[in-house]
Nanobody, 123 residues
Framework: VQLVESGGGLVQAGGSLRLSCAAS????????MAWFRQTPGKEREFVAR????????YYGDPVKGRFTISRDFDKNTMYLQMDSLTPEDTAFYYC?????????????????WGPGTQVTVSS
């Protein structure tokens, strides 16, 4: 499985970005996925997760109500719509896949990772 993120960049506070995670192979439609983020010197932080069928989602408290996770099975792509961005959202964002239909919020729970994409929110 290969995961590749895109869509990161520089945005002003209050703005929006949509991250994409393109997955290779047939495994995309069978397994749970998630987004994490990390800043220098800190542990990888859970952002959002989505079940294998896209029916259930769960968000970390810092992004609840502002971010939306989704997946497109025709395109083998997972998305993270990020609205009302603040400088505290500045981080390197990673997508991850777990070889299971559901998943947790710990980074150790996931089996495959993308290389990440930088999101920078200016004040």
């Amino acid at each position: 499985v290969q995961l590749v993120e895109s869509g990161g960049g520089l945005v002003q506070a209050g703005g929006s970005l949509r991250l994409s995670c393109a997955a290779s192979g047939r495994m995309f439609s069978a397994y749970a996925m998630a987004w994490f983020r990390q800043t220098p010197g800190k542990e990888r932080e859970f952002v959002a997760r989505i079940t294998w069928d896209g029916r259930n989602t769960y968000y970390g408290d810092p992004v609840k109500g502002r971010f939306t996770i989704s997946r497109d099975f025709d395109k083998n792509t997972m998305y993270l719509q990020m609205d009302s961005l603040t400088p505290e959202d500045t981080a390197f964002y990673y997508c991850a896949l777990k070889l299971s239909r559901i998943s947790g919020i710990s980074a150790e729970d996931y089996d495959y990772w993308g290389p990440g994409t930088q999101v920078t929110v200016s004040s």
